[in-house]
């Protein structure tokens, strides 16, 4: 007698996704499209668009001039490390640290940046957007770091077209073999000095370079009409009550709600996965209440794991079976390594005379991008991949004023006079996936729901560190050629994390021996669970990755649901 038949009842749906950021909210749109029942389970609070507290503030009304209190930085340390996401506008789309620890392992660093509510990290993203080429499919084959990926670009290439028009991105096609074209919206401007440095780096260099790509509406979007255009206001990362920019909030949560088919749950922490040994199929999940305390089970059919690389990671080392001894889908004993992010910090900038009867036209939420040319056709270096570089001119504005002693006219005049130009740029270099960057479970310190947390153990080797000299080399050489003066280089310290590109750790791959996941983000141990977020990377290339996870996911959406039809699932 099964006591619980009527709970399960309840309790089940055709489909789970866990996690609702940039590519948990791809699922919850694809499978609700599709006429999946589907309930998409949330760890953090609630989030609905419009209605993000800080997004129409003026500077003057947030405390503190908007930096940290020292009680932010006791109860946000960790999410502090950037320098430029705990403010009084954006602090509460950032965990609290204290809530949610994770250890370093002694000697090492990693920077684990997070957000939880629903949207995740789409509220927050930089948005850039770049697809990826058969340069970083190919790569790992070609030099032998990690495996080769199961797929390249002609497998992918119809899903960015599709993602890219549905989320909206703008940019210019260029006909770099090394960063395809796209279907974009129009691009943004440069500006004066910009465009000074372009000349400079094509025509001195043979160098590419164009206009960021990136997911704002610069022209109407008539499949999604709930969302505005982009006002060039550059708040973003307060969350955009016009819907300028693609976040899970603006765009795909509510075109899975239009269907109907969606049931969304926030405050819903999921812990592991339920296994049924006779049935060799995943059955469901179990969830901690965020609110309540309250242990439930919910049940479907298939499961999408989108709760960030180290959330599904977490959520996969957590389920420990008879048959996964090590971890969900463990066979490999890949879970957990392999982590990658994208190096960065290191670059140069200066200052640029003249150009003073020009400006540009409202706040551009972007800037220029200088695609990979190292290790690219004839180039040979001493390290292997490469590194791109994302950079802006600008003019100073009336804020450079708040050190000034004017007042009355004198200050009229100045605050409507912008001063000197400046202009700069940032490397973001590719880390190669050493089986020993790692993440584990450390059993003896637990997080506010009373789970188990995560334990690090990374670092860079060589090959990032031999990059980083030519990122910096090169930037200052760039901005020389283009005439720019007092050019001062950069080269922080980071640690891994802080390119907030993490993944790897449940990688895909050809063979089942090295790899958890195979060609369509399915676990091969386990058909009927995928898993679409960062984890399933096989390695990193240099370019932004969520446009990546995002096509994957729509991808694995579509095949999940053939399969289920054929009832392979
Ligand atoms: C400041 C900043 C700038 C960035 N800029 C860019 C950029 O320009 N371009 C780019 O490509 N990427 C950028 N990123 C990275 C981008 O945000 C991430 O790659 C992307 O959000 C990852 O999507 P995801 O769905 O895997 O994870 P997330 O967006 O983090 O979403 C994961 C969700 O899962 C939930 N969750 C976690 N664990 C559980 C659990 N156990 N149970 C239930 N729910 C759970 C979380 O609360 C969260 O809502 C940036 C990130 C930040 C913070
Ligand atoms: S710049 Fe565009 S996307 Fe960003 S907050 Fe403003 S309107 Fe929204």
Known sequence: MNLNTEAEKKNTYDAI????????????????????????????RDVKHPDYPTATKDPWEFENADLPTQEDLRKQGVQNRTGYTIRQSTKHWFVNDLDHPYTEKEGTRFDWMRGYHVGGRSIMWGRQSYRWSDLDFEANAKDGFGVDWPVRYKDIEPWYDYVEQYIG?????????????????????????????KKAVREKFGRPF????????????????????????????????????????????????????????PNSVVYEIIYDETKSKATGVKVIDGETGEQVEFYAKIIFLCASTFGSTFIMLNSI?????????????????????????????????GFEDQY?????????????????????????????????????????????????????????????????????????????????????KKDINGLPTLLFDTGFKENEKKMRVDMRADAAEMLEAAGVKNIHTFDNETGLGLGIHEMGTARMGKDPKTSVLNKWNQVHACKNVFVTDGSFMTSAACVNPSLTYMAFTARAADYAVSELKKGNL
Not at 328 to 342: A, K, P, R, T, Y
Request: proline residues 5%; glycine residues 16%; aromatic residues 10%.
């Open 210 to 265: 164009t206009i960021g790509r990136t997911a704002h509406a610069t022209a109407p979007l008539p499949h999604t009409p709930w969302r505005g255009q982009c006002q060039f206001r550059n708040l973003c990362s307060r969350g955009c009550p016009y819907g300028g920019y693609f976040s899970s909030n603006s765009c795909t949560l509510p075109a899975a709600e239009k269907t109907g088919k969606m049931t969304l749950r």
């Open 17 to 44: 996704v866990v996690g609702t950021g940039i590519s948990g909210g791809f699922a919850a749109k694809e499978l609700a499209e599709k006429g999946l029942n589907t309930l998409v389970l949330e760890r953090g």
């Open 169 to 197: 991105v703008s940019g210019q096609n260029e006909g770099y073999a090394q960063l395809p074209d796209g279907k974009f919206l129009p691009p943004m401007e440069f500006n004066c000095t910009e465009l000074e440095l």
């Open 321 to 353: 079976s008879n048959r996964f001894p090590t971890g969900f889908g463990n066979d490999s004993g890949e879970l957990g390594h392999n982590i990658m992010d994208h190096h960065l910090g290191v670059g140069a900038g200066g200052d640029v005379e």
């Open 360 to 444: 540009y036209f409202g706040r551009r939420a972007n800037g220029f991008y200088i695609p990979r040319y190292r290790n690219w056709g004839s180039d040979k270096r001493d390290y292997v991949r490469g590194f791109g570089y994302q950079g802006g001119g600008s003019r100073q504005g009336w804020d450079s004023l708040v050190a000034e002693a004017a007042i009355g006219a004198d200050l009229k005049q100045l605050s409507a006079t912008p001063g000197k130009w400046s202009i700069g740029m940032m490397g973001f270099g590719e880390v190669l996936p050493y089986h020993e960057n790692s993440v584990s479970i450390a059993k003896d």
